[in-house]
């Protein structure tokens, strides 16, 4: 197994796994390989320590390396997104008339999400139906592995 730490073209940084350098060079030439946070498939490989097991020879274990502050917000954005899926139906193309319905109590009120036009989601606005833009990433719109 190959772990390799990549970066997209939008600075996104994540490990990939691979089962070997073979594997990895076949797929970024099918554009296979994509960033979990905006599927941008443009990657540049990092460099990356190799991992091996010194723990026998250190007399003191040396302290966890803490995450940089971007790797720490993609985690966090990932995990608001997530619980904000967990928490909603996604009723789909059908959103502008589920979001009325509920505001104007013709059904039981919940938490919706799902796709509208930008001039759908302005009129909504209008008529003092809150909505909001989130983008999710491409990763969570699928099983999550």
């Not at 030439?29 to 498939?41: E, H, I, Q, S």
């Not at 966090?76 to 589920?98: C, I, K, N, S, Y």
């Not at 919706?112 to 302005?122: F, K, L, P, S």
């Amino acid at each position: 197994m190959k772990v390799l730490d990549l970066r997209c073209g939008n600075d996104h940084r994540f490990e990939g796994w691979f089962d070997s350098e073979d594997d990895f060079l076949s797929q970024d030439r099918r554009g296979l390989v994509t960033c979990p946070v905006c599927a941008d498939d443009q990657m540049t490989r990092l460099p990356s320590a190799p991992r091996l097991n010194v723990a026998n020879l250190r007399s003191e274990p040396e302290p966890a390396a803490a995450p940089d502050v971007q790797t720490a917000m993609q985690t966090q954005w990932m995990r608001a997104v997530r619980h904000l899926m967990d928490q909603t139906e996604d009723v789909g193309e059908r959103f502008p008339e589920e979001a009325r319905r509920i505001h104007y109590g013709e059904i039981e009120q919940r938490g919706i999400r799902g796709q509208a036009t930008r001039e759908a989601a302005d009129a909504l606005r209008e008529e003092g139906i809150e909505v909001f833009t989130v983008p999710v990433p491409p990763a969570l719109k699928g099983p999550i592995q």
